[in-house]
């Protein structure tokens, strides 16, 4: 910020109290240290909104890659299962390779399995939602009534003969 020292803040009083007199300095004091803090405020809340959206482009930023990732190994895994329809067409018929066609059942779980690992392997995390909890509240002395109906008095529950 600004780079003002002890001797400096002193002189700037003394002028203050020359200029507007001891009546009006403390009023005056006032409202400046209220103007800097609403000055204060404010940009800490631009600071919080601004690396709140920054955060949130970064999610979708990295949501929008695992989706593509995601649709690569999709088709890749559609175009195996096509190529595998084919090549059973072709081994059907007369002359055909089953050999071929267990070559290529091989190369579509190894592409499958490469998707799933990819999919698997960068999940995307999202930030753990803060919650203004006290912290002196202790869930062992919590009310009974409250935190469960069914154990809040028995005597109340043996009204019945």
Known sequence: MLDIGFLELVLI????????????????ARTAGMWIGKIKRTVSGMQREITAQLEAEELRQKLSDQQKKLDESLSQAKRDVERIADVTRVTSRPGGSPAQA???VEEARTHLDDALKTVHEEPVVSPAPTTDVPADTDPKKADPKKADPKKADPKKDSTSP
């Open 13 to 28: 009083g003394i002028v203050a109290l020359v200029v507007l007199g001891p009546e009006r300095l403390p009023k005056a």
């Open 102 to 104: 267990d070559q290529y």
